[in-house]
């Protein structure tokens, strides 16, 4: 389904991202979203199907858990009248990751200034965001880096 075109605000879909079946199979909860979208907390618990061979976090949540916040969050910021997707995504393992883990996201007002005025001409624009995950004691066990795609839909081909 396509939640994209749906509007039930922050409360709404982190409601709906922690009955989405792909977050609660691997353990993952989304905390918190900001109601202007500039922010998301999601936490990932050790749980017996989200571990490794080893016992530690499996790399595939802990990357599934970053997956589609800065791309939700700048739709959300720009509006409809733009397409933002994902175009690519880094994880560096630095750490075994055990227990709890969380990553926060932040969308800066600047981000989104950037991304309007970048794309004004119909040019297409694509930002790099990073967001670390960090454990119980804050030390970071892995870092992510997303890339997305933003055009203004009528510039679409």
Do not use: C
């Amino acid at each position: 389904m396509n939640f994209s075109k749906l509007n039930f605000g922050a409360a709404g879909m982190r409601r709906m991202m922690n009955l989405w079946p792909v977050f609660r199979g691997a353990g993952i909860r989304v905390r918190e979203i900001a109601p202007d979208f500039r922010s998301v907390t999601v936490e990932l618990r050790a749980k017996l199907f989200n571990r490794n061979w080893v016992g530690t976090h499996f790399g595939g949540s802990l990357f599934a858990m970053t997956d589609p916040f800065f791309m939700i969050m700048m739709m959300q910021n720009l509006g409809r009248e733009y397409v933002v997707w994902d175009k690519a995504g880094t994880v560096r393992f630095l750490k075994p990751a055990k227990g709890t883990v969380t990553a926060r996201f932040t969308l800066e007002e600047q981000d989104v200034t950037r991304a309007r005025e970048a794309t004004a001409a119909g040019d297409k624009y694509e930002p790099r965001f990073k967001v670390d995950i960090v454990d119980a004691e804050g030390v970071t066990v892995a870092d992510v880096e997303k890339t997305l795609h933003v055009r203004r839909e009528s510039a679409r081909a």
